[in-house]
């Protein structure tokens, strides 16, 4: 079964500085998909970037990038320019490429990030 | 992304009593929707895999006489939390699978049962 490690429960970067969220995950697939959400206190879930493993290039969204390194099965996110709406609970998740049931997003514990003046 | 609307945001019972939380995909007709249930600070553990016109798929360890999943279109997919008790008070969140093999989630139900 594919297992996801946020290794960091929380983080604390100051305003306008660049802050990198950890996750490692454990497959035996060759394709899948890697996302990022986020969770605001509203609880509303939010996806902030996703990566298929197929693709070498690593994503981006605007201030958000992530570093996807394969062979090490290590998925971080880094948020640049750090802004207060950015405190939130960063969840990485993994699901496979398979159709059907298995199509189940399997969460990381999440890092809560606080952002600070 | 699909657009998922999820209702109640809120609600209070007496135990012993049932809950219906529905979850509507607006803009996707979706064969499959997931449960999830979230404790405070925690991550989201999912319960059960929604199958349009089948039976829902429970995780190991859920009960699947206590949380009914209907699902009985491809809009509207229902978790009832029959005879309540304080226990599963809890943060309960659909996912709806998009088109690009991402998810949208509901806005999520918080269920306090007293």
């Known amino acids: 079964a594919q297992t996801v490690t946020q290794s960091q429960p929380e983080m604390s970067v100051q305003e306008a500085e660049t802050v990198t969220l950890s996750c490692t995950y454990d497959?035996?697939?060759?394709?899948?998909?890697l996302f990022w959400y986020k969770q605001p206190p509203s609880r509303q879930m939010i996806l902030v970037i996703r990566q298929e493993a197929y693709k070498q290039q690593n994503a981006t969204e605007n201030r958000f990038s992530v570093n996807f390194q394969k062979a090490a099965k290590s998925f971080s996110l880094k948020i640049s320019d750090s802004q207060l709406g950015d405190a939130a609970m960063y969840f990485c998740?993994?699901?496979?490429?398979?159709?059907?049931?298995?199509?189940?997003?399997?969460f990381g514990t999440g890092t809560r990030l606080q952002v600070t003046l | 992304g699909a657009v998922v609307s999820q209702h109640p945001s809120r609600v209070i019972c007496k135990s012993g009593t049932s809950v219906k939380i529905e979850c509507r995909s607006l803009?996707?007709?979706?064969?499959?929707m997931f449960w999830y249930r979230q404790f405070p600070k925690k991550s989201l553990m999912l319960m059960a895999t929604?199958?349009?016109?089948?039976?829902?798929?429970?995780e190991q360890g859920v009960e699947k006489d206590k949380f009914l999943i209907n699902h009985a279109s491809l809009t509207l997919s229902t978790l009832t939390v029959t005879s309540a008790h304080p226990e599963d008070s809890s943060f309960y969140i659909c996912?709806?699978?998009?088109?690009?093999?991402?998810?949208?989630f509901g806005s999520g139900t918080r269920l306090t049962v007293v």
């Open positions: 803009d996707f007709q979706a064969t499959t």
């Open positions: 929604s199958n349009e016109g089948s039976k829902a798929t429970y």
């Open positions: 497959t035996s697939e060759s394709d899948y998909y």
């Open positions: 996912s709806v699978p998009d088109r690009a093999y991402g998810y949208t």
């Open positions: 998740a993994y699901r496979t490429t398979n159709t059907g049931t298995a199509s189940k997003l399997t």
